[in-house]
């Protein structure tokens, strides 16, 4: 079951992977938030999760969001703000990612330099940071009203006041690259998910006078279908880990990257 996540929480790019686990668990969870927002792209094909919000009709709401579409991201907005009990959100988890055609199409070198152009770096940057920058100017207002009503920021920071975590990657890593390149040069995803890196560190430092905190995590290369049917990691024991990260983060970790395990991981 999922560490005490409380308040409200949105989870995007929740159809499928890690977000629809991250969904369940929390949604399962004997202690779990007053209220879930699931949020996708593709409202058709997530079955499993109408499925999961059939059996927690009182807490799981699902709604549309497409992270690269800006009039998709204020709509869903809008909708969790008419929906939201008190007006405050405590936390997002900016799931939604893309890695690249050459990779979801089981290439055996996804993102060399040689099948990479143009279009690929512009759709992963857009998806995978602008999409996230978006989404903490939209909800910003919901977050901000959680952490007023915490207290003083000098009551600390945690993502039952008021959170933003980015999933990100150990690709994304700059120090970590010589170690990396050659197992996936990946450059579209690795490139966009070093951009979620700075934006993740620019929203710390931006966000912490309101008291919300902001950090990212890698949640392990997992058995999804970005990840692969040979990653080592199980979905549910990639998500387990980075609920249970969640749950102890201080304001201490705002601005840093860490591991579902919590360990920390060099930009």
Same mark, same amino acid.
């Given at each position: %079951? ?12 929740? !159809? ?43 807490? @799981? ?33 900016? !799931? ?11 290439? !055996?070198?996804?993102?060399? @330099? ?28 919901? @977050? ?24 990100? *990657? ?15 040069? %990946? ?27 902001? %950090? ?9 279908? %970005? ?20 749950? *102890? ?19």
């Amino acid at each position: %079951m999922a560490a005490r996540i409380g308040g409200s929480v949105l989870v995007t790019g929740s !159809n499928r992977g890690i977000g629809l686990e991250l969904v369940r668990q929390l949604a399962e969870s004997t202690s779990a938030p007053a209220q879930i927002f699931a949020a996708c792209r593709d409202l058709y094909g997530a079955q499993a999760l109408k499925e999961l919000a059939q059996r927690h009709p009182q807490l @799981l709401t699902i709604l549309r969001l497409d992270v690269a579409d800006p009039v998709s991201i204020s709509e869903a907005s809008r909708v969790v703000g008419d929906k939201l009990i008190d007006g405050s959100l405590n936390l997002i988890i900016n !799931n939604a990612a893309i890695n690249g055609p050459a990779m979801n199409n089981g290439n !055996n070198h996804p993102g060399t @330099l040689a099948v990479t152009g143009k279009k690929e770096m512009v759709d992963l940057f857009v998806t995978n940071a602008v999409g996230p920058m978006l989404i903490a100017k939209e909800f910003r207002s919901y @977050l901000q009203k959680a952490a007023d009503q915490s207290g003083p920021v000098t009551t600390g920071m945690s993502c039952s006041r008021a959170a933003i975590i980015n999933i990100s *990657t150990l690709l994304s890593s700059v120090e970590k690259c010589p170690e990396t390149f050659s197992m996936a040069p %990946m450059y579209p995803y690795r490139a966009s998910k070093a951009a979620l890196n700075m934006l993740t560190c620019c929203l710390a430092e931006d966000f912490q006078r309101d008291g919300i905190l902001v %950090m990212a995590i890698h949640p392990g290369w997992v058995k999804t279908d %970005m990840g692969g049917p040979h990653a080592p990691v199980k979905t549910e024991d990639s998500a387990k880990g980075i609920l249970h990260v969640m749950s *102890t983060l201080t304001e201490k970790h705002n601005g840093s990257l860490l591991d579902w395990e919590g360990n920390g991981i060099p930009w």
